[in-house]
């Protein structure tokens, strides 16, 4: 608002500026040599908002100062600016190196800019002038508008990015002709738009070029895009009021509630049509529009009256018409109110209410004059949004409205709008009938009726009778379902389509039921589940004779969808083969061959006969035989073109009739678009491996066309690249055939960029009726794979077509990961004649099943159509018993059209007898009666920080999910993992149905792999919990849930990929079940215009819990596993100035079609590389690159290249090697790894390449981070298949010993490194006479040394392990070097461990003491040890290494024996309290140096024991030996006795004897047993006495005896010790038989 009153007023000013009179008009005139448009203005109206609405295109002269690109950002190409142009004044662009075909020259459009001068209605008018270049820069002509083709010509299109984040084309080809394009001149291209909802609620919208092979350039000057705005009227600001628009709902998409159009409820007899609403989700709920602010701007002002008039009906919740009698709010008789919904600036809402209609002569069952009027103010003025609407009556009550308008009272006189127009082009350039584009509008928000509908009887109203479904149809009520079972439809009227569809009124004859080309109808007795009658089709001669039944197109309202029940049985008869040896037609000339010239040998022109079908043929000497030539088609246009000829139909006539078969013959090569021969292996429509197939294109007597197809027989596997192979198939000879106008057969169906070669060609007739092999067997399936139903098409799908449209080219679906078979995805061709079957079996799961399908036949008046749907109740046909039929099928919008409509069953062959009863055709309404559920928005956000939307539930609604082909999806009031809500979907009447979400594939990075994660429960039909089978993915009674995704291509055609759960843990019925999915982002999935996620499969009944949802990237894989069998280069170019190319190889790893190839390197730089997706890196993760590589030499007639592994990048032998390239600002940084598999090159073979690499700051901190495969010399052409990057998991951890291989005996130093400087190599000799050792040298810093990365997922807080290792320190001369380990610093400092912990980019670094008591050696091994408690720094670190620092600089470290391993106190013993009492096991464990000093073990000790301890180099009192005490032992009021066998010694060895009475810290004193704990940071202290009272001896071991109370404070302190003190320093404490034992108390 604020944007228009600026530019209101810049108006005003201006045009005050020019004239006095304020009604004076701006002149208008069009600037040739600018190519500015003015438009004109009148009447102080803002029609255009002058300049800021003129122009949609910045810079669109590519002349801005200093960036002539300025604004040209778009779209995936690069571009460059030009000097020559259309325009003297202009530069043009080229784009060029264009990621796709939909890659092009293009910009962003403003959408403040669209906010301000667009509304629905508008039309954009482009203009630009252009020239196309081939690959080679050379200009050429183009010719189609056929996608992708050499010769095409471009498209304009609007890029769409919706609110849920969706992107779809809005395309609009060129309205000038191309009779006179001139390749080397501009050429003009002019195209409009009609700006739609979709385009205004838009997201982004970006304007291209494209449509053009990717390879070739564009060149374009002057680009102009501008509005051209219809006037304004405010006589009627409804949309659609009188419902008489091409869509009869267009315009009322308000407000919370359902609504149909009503033809039986006219209210005048002009056509005008009403509607009716119901379905409320509250009593302010009611038809309704949302208002056009133009309207509000160009027609009011505050204080206009409006004026709102309809014709109303109002209705109770059993559609009873009822007299509104009051204005009190949701009773039963109150009247309705007229409302807009205001939305203020603010974002905050009100309703504005109009005056009270007159109600006095309200009729009960009649229409009523409903009028209402408002006054505009302020707030309406400022609002950024309005809706108008009906309100008031209770919600479960219904509205009927006919005829409504909103106008003025009296409206303001309004000058006519003046445009001048942008010029034109000639008019003799003009196409007789330019494409145009209409948009479609998104649906409206509407959810489906849930309760029961009766029809109002005709006495309330002649006019809103129910009418018939058909002229001769009689409407049954005994059709109907029961009230209880019925769900209400969403029409009138279509509940039930099929008369007679129990057959129980004894007759068929002569309508509704009738045969499908031919057969005989009777009823036989009895019928299905022991009823009278059921309906027998016999006499079928083909697989396309069935019974039909007309259809009502009053019901084909577009997106309803309708469900088809019936039961079937197939009686098999022996069909009777038709011989023709005798046949005399056979004689007459021209009547044993019908190719003519099929040797292409023909003398004066070898191509005779072979005049078809959109390609170019040439003749090639030799073909298959002696005498014959082959043909060559290249340069197809489409994939329907390929050799052929025109069928001469006067051969037709004489030689065949109905039921012949044609058996066609020939020999064929395919070649690639490099003329590279390669072996097809799939008949697969357009695929790069697809195999050609036979097609007649017959032109029906009305015009329009259909194809018969026949694909090739025999075995694919045969096919041998480079060769001649045979090629035979049979093609049925039908009514089509012999009524057709024009026949053409062709070879086709290979892509259009490859070429065939046709020898030896022979089409005749059979004399004897061919027989079929038998049906394939079942397709063989992965476990966790499963199809669609979309897969069980039939043959029909081959004769299928509506004129020249698309639907010729019916795409049969592919699954993935774990394809089908071959034959899964390939069209049946099912064959009459002497077809015996078992007695009326088929296989429902075969995929050329021959079981019954649904055909629905759509007449129009240009054409018709047919669409195929399969019965989804796929269990065992049981053969001469009645089976389910089940089907679906959905009205699209071309169907709406309809003149015409029936359906029939087809599909088992000719000879096998059909018989069907209980036929039901119904509109399908998923939501059963008295269903509640809470709804939440739908509306998605294109932010990908959310992929799943409300994927846990606790929104409390169901906003973001939808519940696919109906059920009832609603919130269950528990959660996983102990929250609130869930989704349970229920009502569930199919398998395919279920939970279904938008799939934001904008959020996806093409190529990386992602998983969907969720959890699950099943309940039964009794609502009791289920556990499903795993191993069961199809469709059976313990099937378990599947991920499907639903894409959608440009093209609008449809496919579906299959996830089965990878969490292998069988299902608990009880408990909530992990669902596990990884998938691949494919070309498929990032180019699908509009896709969703759902889960399905459980069978019919079943109920789905589901909770949890996320999708997420897998970043354990940086590249999913990338191998070219799906022919795509998807991620991978050529990189940093190597050459060459890329291109996909018919040679793979292990036997597999494909690899991916470079080829031509002409630098010794670079190579093929993929880019990292460095979202998924964190500093020190370790990830393994695996491929496998062949290499061949290019410049040596191709043979395979041997190398040497590590060998310098300029060796001839070179082998490949990865490198990671930095993309810094102004400079790149290349790291390379070498192979690390050992084994020797095979030349011949694929040879495994692996390298492992660790994740840096420097990776993360730059631009962009690219992989190379690089290395090999100028001239060797690289081949890798197979790749992959995973996370690098060395051997699987183990938490309770973090350092593997601290022996250093099987030479892996995959986790050691370096801290600040230093390097390591092994060392002769090791620990314990072991073969090797680890030094560490090159240390420039004190805090330098070898480091060794943790396994952080161990390292839980409070976790304690015990570090261990045996060091040794040499000298830089190799001499044997003693530290001090009483020195902490300086050059005689010993080793200390150190932690380095990076988290979040902060590094804290903590160290730990030797507490090994022992005194250094400098010739020997010293043991290392200290217990390691995790504290919260480690737990949560990125990074954790430790490393041992401290010795001076250059000093090395050897080390060996390295542990860091779970501590395992010592088991509990609380009578004793002291670990290792004596020395007699030559071991310290559990001795530590209090406050410093070294213990030792020496010869000698008490009681004539061998050994005992010695404290020594003390240099302070406290100093003495030590130990830990077990404070779970200490209970208070213990009473503990401590006893020890003391003797002192001076340093030199001296005895020395204490005085027991001396003072505390003199030369005299005495030891001192001394206890100590520690409460949070309280420390206090405990003495035990000597209670021994004789003198001490000085050549003896003396006794110790204390006693020790445990006090209230020991009892509950945290830690406590023991230790020794009190001589003074420079004395030794020997001591012996320690002992701190219970002798009372608790």
Same mark, same amino acid.
């Given at each position: 608002?604020?944007?228009r009153?600026?530019?209101?007023?810049s108006?005003?000013?201006a045009?005050?500026a020019?004239t006095?009179?304020a009604?004076?008009?701006?002149?208008? /005139?069009?600037? *040739?040599e600018t190519?500015e448009?003015? &438009?004109?203005? $009148?009447n @102080? #109206?803002?029609?255009?908002?002058l300049?800021?609405?003129?122009?949609?295109?910045?810079?669109r002269?590519a002349?801005?100062q200093?960036?002539p690109l300025?604004?040209w950002?778009?779209?995936d190409?690069?571009m460059v600016?030009?000097s020559?142009s259309y325009q003297a004044?202009s530069?043009?662009?080229?784009?060029?190196?264009r990621?796709?075909?939909?890659?092009?020259p293009?910009?962003?459009?403003?959408?403040?800019q669209?906010d301000t001068?667009l509304?629905?209605?508008?039309v954009?008018?482009?203009e630009v002038?252009?020239?196309l270049?081939?690959?080679?820069?050379?200009?050429y002509?183009c010719?189609?508008?056929v996608?992708?083709?050499?010769?095409?010509?471009p498209i304009?299109?609007?890029?769409?990015?919706?609110?849920?984040?969706?992107?779809?084309f809005v395309? /609009?080809y060129? *309205?000038?002709?191309?009779s006179?394009w &001139?390749p080397? $001149?501009? @050429? #003009?291209f002019?195209?409009t738009v009609?700006v739609?909802?979709m385009l205004?609620?838009?997201?982004?919208?970006?304007?291209r070029f494209?449509g053009i092979?990717?390879?070739?350039?564009?060149?374009?000057s002057?680009?102009?895009?501008?509005?051209?705005?219809?006037?304004?009227?405010c006589?009627?600001?409804?949309?659609?009021?009188?419902?008489k628009a091409e869509?009869?709902?267009?315009?009322?998409n308000?407000?919370w509630?359902?609504?149909i159009?009503?033809?039986?409820a006219?209210?005048?007899?002009d056509?005008?049509l009403?509607?009716k609403s119901?379905?409320?989700a509250?009593?302010s709920a009611g038809?309704?529009?949302?208002?056009?602010?133009?309207h509000?701007?160009?027609?009011l002002?505050?204080?206009?009256k409006?004026?709102?008039?309809?014709h109303?009906?109002?209705l109770?919740a059993?559609?009873?018409p009822y007299v509104?009698?009051?204005?009190t709010?949701a009773?039963?008789?109150?009247?309705?109110?007229?409302s807009?919904?205001?939305?203020?600036?603010?974002?905050s809402?009100?309703?504005?209410n109009?005056?009270?209609s007159p109600r006095a002569?309200w009729?009960?069952?009649?229409w009523?004059?409903?009028?209402?009027?408002f006054?505009v103010?302020d707030?309406?003025?400022a609002?950024t949004?309005?809706?108008?609407r009906?309100?008031g009556i209770p919600?479960?009550?219904r509205?009927?409205?006919?005829?409504?308008?909103l106008?003025?009272?009296?409206?303001?006189?309004?000058?006519?709008?003046?445009?001048?127009?942008?010029p034109?082009a000639?008019?003799?350039?003009?196409?007789?009938?330019a494409?145009?584009?209409?948009?479609?509008l998104?649906?409206?928000?509407?959810s489906?009726p849930?309760?029961?509908?009766?029809?109002?009887p005709p006495?309330?109203?002649p006019?809103?009778?129910?009418?018939?479904?058909?002229?001769t149809f009689s409407r049954?009520?005994?059709n109907y379902?029961?009230?209880s079972?019925?769900?209400?439809?969403?029409?009138?009227?279509?509940?039930?389509l099929v008369n007679n569809g129990d057959?129980?009124?004894?007759?068929v004859?002569?309508?509704?039921?009738?045969?499908?080309?031919g057969?005989?109808?009777?009823?036989v007795s009895p019928?299905a589940?022991?009823s009278?009658?059921?309906l027998?089709v016999?006499g079928r001669?083909?697989?396309?004779?069935?019974?039909?039944?007309?259809l009502?197109?009053?019901?084909f309202?577009?997106?309803?969808q309708?469900?088809v029940?019936?039961?079937i049985?197939?009686?098999?008869t022996?069909?009777?083969?038709r011989k023709?040896?005798s046949?005399?037609?056979?004689?007459q000339p021209g009547?044993?061959?019908?190719?003519?010239?099929?040797?292409a040998?023909?003398?004066?022109?070898?191509?005779?006969?072979w005049?078809c079908?959109?390609?170019n043929?040439?003749?090639?000497?030799?073909?298959?035989s002696a005498?014959a030539?082959?043909?060559?088609s290249s340069n197809?246009?489409t994939?329907n073109?390929?050799?052929?000829?025109?069928?001469?139909?006067?051969s037709r006539?004489a030689?065949?009739q109905?039921e012949?078969?044609?058996?066609?013959?020939?020999y064929?090569?395919t070649?690639?678009?490099?003329?590279?021969?390669?072996?097809c292996?799939?008949?697969v429509?357009?695929?790069p491996?697809?195999c050609?197939?036979?097609s007649f294109r017959?032109t029906?007597p009305?015009?329009?066309?259909?194809?018969?197809n026949g694909?090739?027989?025999?075995?694919?596997d045969?096919?041998v690249a480079?060769e001649?192979?045979h090629?035979?198939t049979?093609?049925n000879v039908d009514q089509d055939?012999l009524d057709a106008?024009?026949?053409t057969?062709?070879?086709r169906?290979?892509?259009?960029?490859?070429?065939?070669?046709?020898?030896?060609?022979?089409?005749?007739s059979?004399?004897?009726?061919?027989?079929p092999?038998?049906?394939?067997?079942n397709?063989?399936?992965?476990?966790?794979?499963a199809l669609?139903?979309s897969?069980?098409?039939s043959?029909?799908i081959?004769?299928?077509?509506?004129n020249?449209?698309?639907?010729?080219?019916?795409e049969?679906?592919?699954?993935?990961?774990?394809?089908i078979?071959e034959?899964?995805?390939a069209?049946a061709l099912?064959s009459g004649g002497?077809?015996?079957e078992?007695?009326?079996?088929?296989?429902?799961?075969?995929?050329?099943?021959?079981?019954?399908i649904?055909t629905?036949?759509?007449i129009?008046?240009?054409g018709?159509?047919?669409r195929y749907s399969?019965?989804?109740?796929?269990v065992?046909w049981?053969?001469?018993?009645?089976?389910?039929?089940h089907a679906f099928f959905?009205?699209?919008e071309?169907m709406?059209?309809?003149?015409e409509?029936y359906?029939y069953?087809e599909?088992?062959?000719?000879?096998?007898?059909?018989?069907?009863d209980?036929?039901v055709?119904?509109?399908f309404?998923?939501?059963?009666v008295?269903n509640?559920?809470v709804e939440?928005d739908?509306?998605?956000?294109?932010?990908c920080?959310?992929?799943?939307r409300?994927?846990?539930?606790?929104?409390?609604?169901?906003?973001?999910?939808t519940?696919?082909?109906g059920?009832?999806?609603?919130?269950?009031?528990?959660?996983?993992?102990g929250?609130s809500?869930?989704?349970?979907h229920?009502?569930?009447?199919?398998f395919i149905?279920g939970?279904k979400h938008?799939l934001?594939t904008?959020?996806?990075?093409?190529?990386?792999?992602?998983?969907?994660?969720?959890?699950?429960?099943?309940?039964?039909?009794?609502?009791d919990?289920?556990a499903?089978?795993?191993?069961?993915?199809w469709i059976?009674?313990v099937?378990?849930p599947?991920l499907?995704?639903?894409l959608?291509?440009?093209?609008?055609?449809k496919s579906w990929?299959?996830?089965?759960?990878?969490d292998?843990?069988?299902?608990k019925?009880?408990?909530?079940?992990?669902?596990?999915?990884?998938f691949?982002?494919?070309e498929?999935?990032?180019?699908a215009?509009?896709?969703?996620?759902?889960?399905?499969?459980?069978r019919?009944g079943?109920?789905?819990?589901?909770d949890?949802v996320?999708?997420?990237?897998?970043?354990?894989?940086?590249?999913a596993?990338?191998?070219?069998?799906?022919?795509?280069?998807?991620?991978?170019?050529v990189?940093?100035g190597?050459?060459?190319?890329?291109?996909?190889h018919?040679e793979?790893h292990?036997?597999?079609?494909?690899?991916y190839g470079?080829?031509?390197r002409t630098?010794n730089v670079?190579?093929?590389g993929?880019?990292?997706?460095?979202?998924?890196?964190?500093?020190?993760?370790?990830?393994?690159?695996k491929a496998?590589?062949?290499?061949f030499?290019e410049?040596?007639?191709?043979?395979p290249?041997?190398?040497?592994?590590?060998?310098?990048?300029d060796?001839?032998s070179t082998c490949?090697a990865?490198s990671?390239?930095?993309n810094?600002?102004?400079?790149?940084?290349?790291?390379?790894?070498?192979?690390?598999d050992?084994?020797?090159?095979v030349?011949?073979?694929?040879?495994y390449f692996?390298?492992v690499?660790?994740?840096?700051?420097e990776?993360?901190?730059f631009?962009?981070l690219?992989?190379i495969?690089?290395g090999?010399?100028?001239?060797?052409a690289?081949l890798f298949?197979?790749?992959?990057?995973?996370?690098?998991?060395?051997?699987?951890?183990?938490?309770d010993?973090?350092v593997e291989?601290?022996?250093?005996?099987?030479?892996?130093?995959?986790?050691?490194?370096?801290r600040q400087?230093g390097?390591m190599?092994?060392?002769e000799?090791?620990?314990?006479?072991?073969t090797?050792s680890?030094?560490?040298?090159?240390?420039?810093?004190?805090?330098a040394?070898?480091?060794y990365?943790?396994?952080n997922?161990?390292?839980?807080e409070g976790?304690?392990?015990m570090?261990s290792a045996?060091?040794?320190?040499?000298?830089?001369?190799?001499?044997?070097f003693?530290c001090?380990?009483?020195?902490d610093s300086g050059d005689?400092a010993c080793?200390?461990?150190g932690?380095?912990?990076t988290?979040?980019?902060t590094?804290?670094?903590m160290?730990?003491a030797?507490?090994h008591?022992e005194?250094?050696k400098a010739d020997d091994w010293?043991?290392?040890h200290?217990?390691v408690t995790?504290?919260?720094?480690?737990a949560q670190?990125?990074?954790?290494?430790f490393y041992f620092r401290g010795?001076q600089?250059?000093?090395?470290?050897?080390?060996?024996?390295?542990h860091?391993?779970?501590y395992?106190?010592?088991?509990?013993?609380?009578?004793q309290?002291?670990?290792?009492?004596?020395a007699?096991?030559?071991s310290?464990m559990?001795?530590?140096s209090?406050e410093g000093?070294f213990?030792?073990?020496?010869?000698g000790?008490?009681?004539?024991?061998?050994?005992?301890?010695?404290?020594?180099?003390?240099t302070a009192?406290?100093?003495?030996?030590r130990?830990d005490i077990?404070v779970?032992c200490?209970?208070e009021?213990?009473?503990?006795?401590?006893?020890a066998h003391?003797k002192?010694?001076?340093?030199d060895g001296?005895p020395f004897?204490?005085?027991?009475s001396a003072a505390?810290?003199?030369e005299?004193t005495?030891p001192l047993?001394?206890i100590?704990?520690k409460t949070?940071t309280?420390i206090?202290?405990y003495?035990?006495?000597n209670?021994?009272?004789?003198?001490w001896?000085?050549?003896?071991?003396?006794?110790?005896?204390?006693?020790?109370?445990?006090?209230?404070?020991?009892?509950t302190?945290?830690?406590?010790y023991?230790?020794?003190?009190?001589?003074s320093?420079?004395?030794?404490?020997?001591?012996d038989n320690?002992?701190l034992r219970?002798?009372?108390?608790p």
């Amino acid at each position: 608002k604020l944007i228009r009153s600026a530019l209101f007023c810049s108006l005003l000013i201006a045009k005050f500026a020019q004239t006095t009179s304020a009604l004076a008009p701006i002149s208008s /005139s069009y600037d *040739e040599e600018t190519g500015e448009h003015v &438009v004109t203005f $009148e009447n @102080n #109206r803002l029609l255009n908002e002058l300049s800021i609405c003129d122009q949609f295109l910045k810079n669109r002269h590519a002349n801005a100062q200093g960036d002539p690109l300025q604004d040209w950002d778009c779209c995936d190409n690069s571009m460059v600016a030009q000097s020559f142009s259309y325009q003297a004044t202009s530069n043009s662009i080229k784009s060029y190196n264009r990621a796709s075909v939909h890659a092009g020259p293009g910009q962003v459009l403003d959408l403040a800019q669209r906010d301000t001068c667009l509304s629905v209605g508008d039309v954009l008018e482009f203009e630009v002038f252009f020239m196309l270049l081939a690959h080679d820069d050379q200009p050429y002509m183009c010719n189609t508008d056929v996608w992708n083709q050499p010769l095409t010509c471009p498209i304009m299109s609007l890029g769409v990015t919706k609110p849920e984040g969706s992107f779809v084309f809005v395309n /609009s080809y060129n *309205e000038i002709g191309r009779s006179d394009w &001139v390749p080397d $001149e501009w @050429n #003009r291209f002019f195209t409009t738009v009609t700006v739609d909802e979709m385009l205004m609620q838009a997201s982004k919208i970006d304007i291209r070029f494209r449509g053009i092979p990717k390879s070739n350039k564009f060149v374009i000057s002057d680009p102009s895009l501008r509005a051209v705005r219809p006037p304004v009227p405010c006589d009627q600001m409804l949309v659609n009021g009188d419902g008489k628009a091409e869509d009869p709902l267009d315009g009322w998409n308000c407000c919370w509630n359902q609504m149909i159009s009503i033809p039986q409820a006219k209210f005048k007899a002009d056509g005008s049509l009403g509607y009716k609403s119901y379905q409320h989700a509250s009593n302010s709920a009611g038809p309704g529009q949302y208002l056009d602010l133009l309207h509000r701007d160009s027609c009011l002002e505050v204080g206009t009256k409006m004026i709102f008039e309809a014709h109303i009906m109002t209705l109770d919740a059993f559609d009873q018409p009822y007299v509104c009698s009051s204005d009190t709010w949701a009773k039963a008789n109150t009247c309705p109110i007229l409302s807009f919904h205001v939305t203020k600036p603010s974002g905050s809402k009100v309703f504005k209410n109009g005056s009270k209609s007159p109600r006095a002569d309200w009729v009960n069952n009649d229409w009523n004059l409903f009028k209402s009027s408002f006054v505009v103010d302020d707030v309406y003025m400022a609002a950024t949004e309005i809706n108008i609407r009906l309100r008031g009556i209770p919600k479960a009550n219904r509205y009927l409205i006919s005829d409504a308008r909103l106008y003025v009272d009296n409206p303001p006189t309004q000058a006519p709008i003046t445009e001048t127009a942008i010029p034109t082009a000639d008019p003799t350039n003009l196409p007789t009938s330019a494409p145009t584009h209409t948009p479609t509008l998104p649906p409206t928000r509407s959810s489906q009726p849930t309760y029961f509908t009766p029809t109002i009887p005709p006495t309330a109203n002649p006019t809103i009778a129910v009418t018939t479904q058909h002229p001769t149809f009689s409407r049954s009520p005994t059709n109907y379902p029961s009230k209880s079972a019925y769900i209400a439809p969403r029409t009138e009227g279509c509940d039930m389509l099929v008369n007679n569809g129990d057959f129980e009124m004894g007759s068929v004859d002569p309508y509704p039921w009738n045969v499908n080309q031919g057969g005989i109808l009777s009823l036989v007795s009895p019928g299905a589940g022991g009823s009278n009658y059921s309906l027998k089709v016999g006499g079928r001669e083909t697989e396309h004779y069935g019974p039909k039944h007309p259809l009502s197109i009053a019901c084909f309202n577009k997106d309803a969808q309708f469900e088809v029940k019936a039961n079937i049985k197939l009686v098999a008869t022996t069909a009777t083969s038709r011989k023709l040896q005798s046949d005399s037609r056979f004689d007459q000339p021209g009547c044993t061959q019908f190719i003519v010239n099929g040797l292409a040998n023909a003398a004066d022109n070898p191509k005779e006969g072979w005049n078809c079908c959109e390609n170019n043929l040439s003749v090639l000497s030799p073909g298959f035989s002696a005498e014959a030539n082959a043909i060559k088609s290249s340069n197809r246009w489409t994939v329907n073109s390929g050799p052929g000829q025109t069928f001469d139909l006067f051969s037709r006539d004489a030689c065949l009739q109905l039921e012949d078969k044609l058996n066609f013959m020939a020999y064929l090569k395919t070649l690639d678009a490099n003329d590279q021969p390669y072996k097809c292996s799939t008949d697969v429509f357009n695929k790069p491996l697809s195999c050609p197939f036979l097609s007649f294109r017959i032109t029906k007597p009305d015009g329009t066309k259909v194809w018969k197809n026949g694909y090739m027989k025999g075995s694919k596997d045969d096919w041998v690249a480079g060769e001649w192979n045979h090629f035979y198939t049979t093609i049925n000879v039908d009514q089509d055939f012999l009524d057709a106008t024009e026949i053409t057969l062709r070879v086709r169906g290979i892509p259009a960029e490859n070429s065939i070669l046709i020898s030896d060609a022979s089409l005749a007739s059979e004399l004897e009726a061919y027989v079929p092999p038998a049906p394939t067997p079942n397709p063989t399936m992965s476990a966790t794979i499963a199809l669609d139903e979309s897969f069980f098409r039939s043959s029909s799908i081959n004769e299928t077509t509506f004129n020249e449209t698309s639907l010729n080219e019916t795409e049969i679906v592919e699954g993935i990961e774990g394809e089908i078979t071959e034959n899964g995805t390939a069209p049946a061709l099912l064959s009459g004649g002497n077809v015996t079957e078992s007695p009326g079996s088929c296989d429902p799961l075969s995929p050329t099943s021959m079981c019954p399908i649904l055909t629905i036949h759509v007449i129009y008046e240009t054409g018709e159509e047919h669409r195929y749907s399969p019965n989804i109740a796929l269990v065992k046909w049981e053969p001469d018993q009645y089976n389910e039929f089940h089907a679906f099928f959905e009205i699209t919008e071309m169907m709406t059209n309809a003149i015409e409509a029936y359906f029939y069953f087809e599909g088992p062959p000719g000879g096998i007898d059909m018989y069907i009863d209980d036929v039901v055709v119904r509109e399908f309404q998923p939501l059963p009666v008295g269903n509640t559920h809470v709804e939440g928005d739908d509306w998605m956000t294109s932010s990908c920080d959310e992929i799943v939307r409300n994927g846990d539930a606790e929104t409390g609604d169901t906003a973001g999910w939808t519940a696919r082909l109906g059920g009832r999806l609603s919130i269950r009031p528990e959660g996983a993992d102990g929250t609130s809500f869930s989704f349970e979907h229920n009502a569930r009447t199919s398998f395919i149905m279920g939970p279904k979400h938008i799939l934001k594939t904008n959020c996806f990075t093409p190529g990386m792999q992602y998983v969907l994660n969720a959890k699950m429960k099943l309940l039964d039909e009794n609502g009791d919990h289920f556990a499903c089978d795993k191993n069961h993915t199809w469709i059976d009674d313990v099937s378990c849930p599947i991920l499907t995704f639903e894409l959608t291509s440009m093209s609008g055609a449809k496919s579906w990929k299959y996830f089965g759960n990878m969490d292998m843990e069988p299902w608990k019925a009880l408990f909530w079940n992990d669902f596990t999915v990884p998938f691949i982002v494919n070309e498929e999935i990032m180019n699908a215009v509009e896709a969703f996620f759902f889960i399905e499969r459980p069978r019919a009944g079943i109920t789905i819990i589901l909770d949890q949802v996320t999708i997420d990237r897998d970043c354990t894989k940086l590249i999913a596993e990338s191998n070219a069998e799906d022919n795509s280069l998807l991620g991978w170019e050529v990189m940093y100035g190597s050459g060459g190319y890329m291109a996909i190889h018919p040679e793979g790893h292990a036997g597999s079609m494909n690899s991916y190839g470079f080829f031509g390197r002409t630098t010794n730089v670079g190579g093929p590389g993929h880019p990292i997706d460095k979202s998924c890196l964190s500093v020190g993760n370790l990830y393994e690159f695996k491929a496998w590589i062949k290499l061949f030499d290019e410049l040596n007639g191709n043979q395979p290249v041997d190398c040497k592994k590590y060998s310098s990048t300029d060796s001839s032998s070179t082998c490949p090697a990865l490198s990671l390239v930095i993309n810094k600002s102004d400079s790149t940084k290349t790291l390379t790894w070498q192979n690390r598999d050992k084994t020797t090159w095979v030349p011949e073979e694929f040879n495994y390449f692996t390298a492992v690499f660790e994740v840096t700051q420097e990776m993360l901190d730059f631009g962009k981070l690219n992989l190379i495969i690089k290395g090999t010399r100028i001239g060797v052409a690289v081949l890798f298949d197979d790749v992959k990057i995973d996370l690098y998991e060395p051997p699987e951890s183990n938490c309770d010993h973090l350092v593997e291989d601290g022996h250093f005996e099987s030479g892996n130093l995959l986790n050691w490194g370096f801290r600040q400087s230093g390097s390591m190599h092994f060392y002769e000799g090791g620990y314990n006479n072991s073969t090797q050792s680890l030094i560490c040298v090159n240390r420039e810093m004190v805090g330098a040394g070898c480091s060794y990365k943790l396994d952080n997922s161990c390292l839980v807080e409070g976790k304690e392990y015990m570090f261990s290792a045996q060091l040794k320190l040499e000298t830089e001369n190799g001499d044997p070097f003693y530290c001090n380990k009483d020195k902490d610093s300086g050059d005689e400092a010993c080793p200390m461990l150190g932690f380095e912990v990076t988290a979040n980019g902060t590094t804290t670094v903590m160290n730990k003491a030797n507490h090994h008591p022992e005194n250094w050696k400098a010739d020997d091994w010293n043991y290392f040890h200290t217990k390691v408690t995790v504290d919260h720094r480690m737990a949560q670190g990125d990074k954790v290494i430790f490393y041992f620092r401290g010795p001076q600089v250059g000093m090395g470290v050897i080390m060996d024996d390295v542990h860091m391993d779970i501590y395992e106190p010592p088991a509990q013993d609380c009578l004793q309290l002291i670990t290792n009492t004596n020395a007699e096991n030559d071991s310290l464990m559990g001795w530590q140096s209090n406050e410093g000093g070294f213990i030792t073990i020496r010869d000698g000790g008490s009681m004539g024991s061998a050994h005992s301890f010695v404290h020594s180099h003390r240099t302070a009192h406290y100093m003495g030996p030590r130990q830990d005490i077990d404070v779970g032992c200490l209970v208070e009021g213990k009473i503990y006795e401590f006893n020890a066998h003391i003797k002192l010694e001076l340093e030199d060895g001296t005895p020395f004897a204490c005085d027991k009475s001396a003072a505390w810290k003199t030369e005299l004193t005495c030891p001192l047993v001394t206890i100590k704990c520690k409460t949070g940071t309280t420390i206090k202290s405990y003495y035990a006495n000597n209670l021994y009272g004789v003198d001490w001896l000085e050549n003896e071991f003396n006794i110790y005896r204390g006693e020790m109370e445990v006090k209230p404070e020991m009892a509950t302190a945290e830690s406590c010790y023991w230790y020794i003190q009190g001589p003074s320093a420079g004395k030794n404490i020997v001591f012996d038989n320690i002992n701190l034992r219970y002798v009372s108390g608790p």
